[in-house]
């Protein structure tokens, strides 16, 4: 079982200033599937304890814990008068109070990559496996289970790290890390990864990563979901202690190679999407994908119809 999660979350959010004056990005208000409207950070948390997690590990720039402190801790008891007839609103505030007892705080006092981030865990994380989630991505199950779930399972059948991943056209591997390998099962969407590249070129790409049983031009990626060994942290001690950059930062895709290597991991191509609301329009396609999918679905959709045709 996973008892243990990391929440990336300390990124300067400069592609949505000045939103983020007001407020951290990962604390942007989202109308979650259940029709409530929540901060993007909480929707990640209640991802990952929806999938066994127990103890949440949220990664902050120096003083950034204070915004998500404030909204952790439910209403005070001269707001709870305001939703005596408001049971779903009790129901949230408790919620909110039983989250902030599993979530600590972990600084990263110098930006210096997404590795860097996450070996700022290690010793939180101590020898547990973890499940990685990014703060400013949501993930949205296209069945019963949702994608953090659908990986943890997986962990409890092969004891190695998986990555999640997706395919991606040539034209857009760019925008991600991309990962090869052997297949092993083409119908759960499952393979061993050997190989690892951040946003590489269509060329190299082409020359490197290409999986015979996926459609011409089309590669896997990463996902934005992850579940890693305790090895993760060992390698990342040694990039930190030997300086070992990759574009100026500390890689996780770098370390990852290493872990590859060392003691191999699955890929799995997750039943969902991940919506990046790191930008305005990623912002605006996660809020839309979530009111498709939500219990407010119908109303939405009509009222979005409606506009369509309308001229105005």
Not at 18 to 36: C, H, M, S, Y
Not at 65 to 92: P, Y
Not at 200 to 227: D, H, Q, S
Request: some cysteine; overall charge negative.
């Amino acid at each position: 079982m996973i008892r243990k999660a990391i929440i990336t979350a300390a990124g300067k959010g400069t592609r949505q200033y000045p939103g983020t004056n007001a407020v951290q990005k990962e604390l942007f208000p989202l109308v979650d599937r259940d029709g409530i409207t929540k901060p993007t950070i909480q929707i990640i948390v209640e991802e990952a304890m929806h999938a066994g997690v127990a103890e949440v590990a949220i990664i902050v720039q120096p003083g950034g814990e204070e915004q998500f402190q404030a909204h952790f801790r439910g209403l005070s008891e001269s707001d709870v008068n305001s939703f005596s007839n408001k049971k779903w609103g009790l129901k949230q505030s408790a919620l909110l109070d039983k989250m902030s007892q599993s979530i600590t705080y972990i600084h990263q006092t110098e930006q210096h990559g997404f590795g860097h981030a996450v070996y700022c865990a290690h010793e939180w994380a101590g020898d547990d496996p973890v499940l990685l989630l990014l703060g400013d991505h949501v993930y949205l199950s296209h069945v019963d289970t949702s994608c953090a779930q659908q990986i943890v399972n997986l962990y409890d059948r092969f004891q190695k790290s998986i990555l999640a991943v997706q395919q991606t056209h040539i034209n857009n591997l760019s925008l991600f890390g991309t990962v090869a390998g052997e297949q092993l099962d083409s119908r759960l969407g499952l393979y061993r990864l050997d190989r690892i590249i951040e946003k590489p070129t269509a060329k190299v790409a082409a020359e490197n990563l290409v999986i015979p049983e996926l459609p011409p031009n089309m590669f896997l990626t990463i996902f934005g979901l992850y579940l890693l060994t305790p090895t993760i942290f060992k390698i990342l001690a040694q990039h930190v202690e030997k300086d070992i950059r990759e574009n100026g930062e500390i890689q996780l895709s770098t370390a990852l190679a290493e872990l590859f290597a060392q003691e191999g991991a699955m890929g799995y191509e997750v039943a969902g999407e991940r919506l990046d609301m790191g930008t305005p329009l990623g912002y605006l396609q996660t809020q839309f994908r979530l009111a498709q999918h939500s219990v407010l679905s119908r109303d939405f959709m009509s009222f979005f119809k409606a506009n369509q045709r309308s001229n105005i």
